[in-house]
Nanobody
Framework: QVQLVESGGGLVQAGGSLRLSCAAS????????MGWFRQAPGKERDFVAN????????YYADSVKGRFTISRDNAKNTVYLQMNSLKPEDTAIYYC???????????????WGQGTQVTVSS
């Protein structure tokens, strides 16, 4: 059974940092590109960042470029999202996703995690 389990969310003041983790099990992790997405209350799920299978390619939404960094450790079956200079508009539930044949998108992916709440206070 495949599981993606996010952790590391919480409440932080504006300007602070958080590091999200997504631990994968039940799949050959290195065979999947990984991504982070977020959904704020009353809004659609948005793309945040993607990372390719070997970690050599990374892609970011314009809203987080220069503040967030996605990385992966294939030995630990884990993908990370380092979030710095957080803003109140970053408040959302953050989800990780896995896709085998392409980088994850906001559409259907092979697997999704359950999400972790990030709240940034002003």
């Amino acid at each position: 059974q495949v599981q993606l389990v996010e952790s590391g969310g919480g409440l932080v003041q504006a300007g602070g940092s958080l590091r999200l983790s997504c631990a994968a099990s039940g799949l050959t992790f290195r065979s999947y590109a990984m991504g982070w997405f977020r959904q704020a209350p009353g809004k659609e799920r948005d793309f945040v960042a993607n990372i390719t299978w070997g970690g050599t390619g990374t892609y970011y939404a314009d809203s987080v470029k220069g503040r967030f960094t996605i990385s992966r450790d294939n030995a630990k079956n884990t993908v990370y999202l380092q979030m710095n200079s957080l803003k109140p508009e970053d408040t959302a539930i953050y989800y990780c996703a896995a896709a085998r044949s392409r980088v994850p998108t906001t559409g259907p992916n092979d697997y999704w995690g359950q999400g972790t709440q990030v709240t940034v206070s002003s």
